[in-house]
């Protein structure tokens, strides 16, 4: 049996794209907070107060990721939770004074990781990359509700 070409296997790529951005987060963002720890600071910035489980929809983690990436962000002392006053089993989360600083500062730094993670492409390429990998990121996303195609194939 022949040996099969990685360069055509998106998920091969993928795994590629992300060990770069791992590298590239480690040495030019932070090596404490994780690229999904901002994204959750992110959403918060976005929309102060949403409940956990919303957080982890705006930022595409399922239920167990986000329950640690909030724990995490929470043992840090840069969210905090308070309990819905409308449903006491909710917690509404919301960044500290020392969360939004975190966040004010990684913003910046991540703003120059990007360049450099995407400097081989021209602007032009960058808007198409962006346009590709989200169609796909967004179909992938439909592949993971119980409706979606995978629901068929059980």
Do not use: C
Not at 8 to 24: I, M, N
Not at 88 to 110: P, Y
Not at 134 to 152: F, K, M, Q, S, T
């Amino acid at each position: 049996m022949a040996a099969v070409d990685l360069a055509t296997h998106p998920g091969h790529l993928a795994r590629r794209l992300q060990q770069a951005h791992y590298l590239l987060w480690n040495t030019m963002v932070s090596e404490e907070i994780t690229s999904p720890q901002f994204a959750v600071m992110n959403a918060l910035v976005a929309e102060p107060g949403l409940d956990q489980r919303t957080v982890g929809e705006r930022v595409g983690l399922d239920r167990s990721t986000i329950a640690e990436v909030i724990s995490r962000l929470d043992r840090r002392g840069l969210l905090h939770k308070v309990r819905d006053p409308q449903d006491g089993r909710r917690f509404l989360l919301r960044l500290t004074d020392d969360g939004l600083r975190t966040h004010r500062r990684l913003t910046v730094r991540t703003a120059r990781m990007n360049q450099v993670f995407l400097a081989p492409l021209s602007a032009g390429e960058q808007a198409v990359f962006f346009d590709l990998i989200r169609r796909v990121a967004d179909a992938a996303e439909e592949l993971r509700h119980p409706a979606g195609p995978l629901a068929a194939q059980s």
